[in-house]
């Protein structure tokens, strides 16, 4: 069934109307995280995608994780349901390659060095931006596979305020209950919102033989209570000062024999300033904290563990206008990491600092180029220079080439490095390679787009245990080579939207030829809908194929189809009752082996917006 499911949408991707998770009309024509500035996004060989507030309640997702699934290039694993450990996986590269900013803040653990998906608040989200392929030469560690940046709620720049409610809930007891007021007055803008999203859940994971095999049939819960704030001022020089902040913390349930309750805190704090210090110079300075806190129990809720990382940033960029057809962007970042745990860490601090420049150039009128380089001085293993440069030319009849080569590096984390009995000091910087090429199309009736890519990675830090004293250390000795196919076509025809995503990915341990563990070589999403007066409709399918849950492809988890139906009625122009209906066929897999997936569920709410 599966394989059908794939040659079937395959087929009719190329022949009849297509979806989009934004419709074309709707598809920004700039993103600022590809080069840091407000760039189009027909101007730029780097792969982008980008979900709107409004894609957000259009899907009805609840979670980020929701959000993200079957977004092209990325592949999410789930220890159970909402609020358990998410991986995500960006073209086939390790779960802690992918950097994550939070209004231009870094965020994320500095011990285990992923970032907590599953616990950022999606009602507190206005925009996310996704940038697939090395990034490093804007932004330092951890661009390897990519970037998500997520952009909380941000004030209107209306007089008159405007206030959005929404509350509803389903099956596993779930619920859900938020509300943002924003607005402006006079040279002010503002915005207070809060939410709380919680559930019974069901029980994460299936019995486990073994000495230390798990065995708690009981359900796993998640509580989230999220605040989010932010005021901004403009001056009559042009000059902005912006300040804002976003809380999470709550606790999350699990299965584990040492530990099955984390009580977190996921919370940024920034402030930005620009200013025009001359018509084609605009200079601006963010500082900011974020924090990642979780504190773990026993099963008999005794204090287990501890483990708080704590990031501060500084940046300050320029964007200077050399002419209307150059355009250079020149800034440095400083970043001091912090762990405060009830383990024994060797060490408990460590700064990076980066400089960095990137020119955007439009040639000969249809030829677009960007080049960017950037040196990082880090405490732990020393300096690192990285660079990328893109092509792409926009040329008649909506055609584009385009392509890109780039290299990347990712820190070890303080668990890698100093961990009591595990960490080696010694450890270098994971090192990576990439180039992509491919083709774009926009027409009035279809917007298309196919990427070809490959990545080596090197200096892969991977465990070594010794046979004879059972201990583990981490290793500089793994090496990776992924090559991938990306294709994306989306249309708007005869009042249907539709949007195909496919991702072909082989991840290969180099020196052993096995698939890298926990991803999926298949994946396909398709999304469709329509509106019918007051009535919206839609519907989704994804399909993965199977995956290793082993570096040594002992253990196999099995693919799956899910679909996923939604429905929304406008009652009036500021009330609407929506409905979601995940996973119709009640399919039982999982993406992580012994991990259990929801069942057939349900999602009720009903939505203000004035």
Known sequence: MQKFIFGSLLLTGFNTQLYAQETPQNLPEMVVTATRTKTAKNQLAAAATVHTRKDIDRLQAKTLPELLSGT????????????????VFMRGTNADHVLVLIDGIKVGSVTAGTSPFEFIPLDQVERVEIIRGPQSSLYGSEAIGGVIQIFTRKGGREDKPSVTLDAGGGSYDTYRASG???????NSWYTLGSSQFGSQGFNSRQPTPGRFGVNQPDKDGYLNTALNARLGRRFDNNAEVE?????????????????????FVEQVVGTTASINIVDNWRSILRLGQSRDD???????????????????????????????????????????????????????????????????????????????????????????????????????????PFASFGNAFKAPTFNQLYFPGFGNSSLEAEQSTSFEAGLAGDHDWMQWEIRGYHTDIDNLIVTVTDPTTFLSSAENLGKA????????????????????????????????????PRRAEKTLSYDLSRSFGQFDLGANVLAQSDRFDDALNKTKVAGYVTIDLRSAYHLSKNWMLSAKLNNLLDKQYQTINTYNTADRNFFISIHYNN
Do not use: C
Request: proline residues 1%; negative net charge; glycine residues 10%.
């Open 243 to 263: 300040a804002f902040f976003m809380r999470a913390e709550g606790k999350t349930e699990y299965d584990g024999n040492f530990q099955n309750k984390t009580e």
């Open 180 to 186: 943002t007021v924003s607005g402006k007055w006079k």
């Open 72 to 87: 092209t290039g990325i592949d999410i694993t789930q220890n159970g349901g909402f609020g358990k450990t998410t991986n």
């Open 294 to 400: 979780g504190d773990n129990f026993a099963p008999d809720g005794a204090f287990s563990s501890r483990f708080n990382s704590t990031r501060w940033n500084a940046g300050w960029l320029n964007e200077v206008a050399l002419s209307d057809d150059h355009q250079l962007v020149i800034g440095s970042d400083y970043r001091l990491d912090e762990v405060d745990s009830s383990s024994a860490y060797k060490e408990s601090s460590r700064y990076d600092a980066g400089i960095f420049a990137e020119l955007h150039s439009r040639i000969l009128d249809d030829h677009f180029v960007n080049a960017s380089v950037r040196g990082d001085k880090n405490e732990a293993f020393g300096d690192q220079v990285t660079g990328n440069f893109g092509w792409r030319y926009s040329g008649d009849y909506g055609i584009s």
């Open 481 to 516: 080579k992924i090559d991938g196919i990306e294709a994306e076509i989306v249309t708007q025809t005869m009042g249907w939207d539709s949007k195909l995503n496919m991702s072909l990915l082989s991840p290969k341990n180099k020196e052993t030829n096995m698939r890298l």
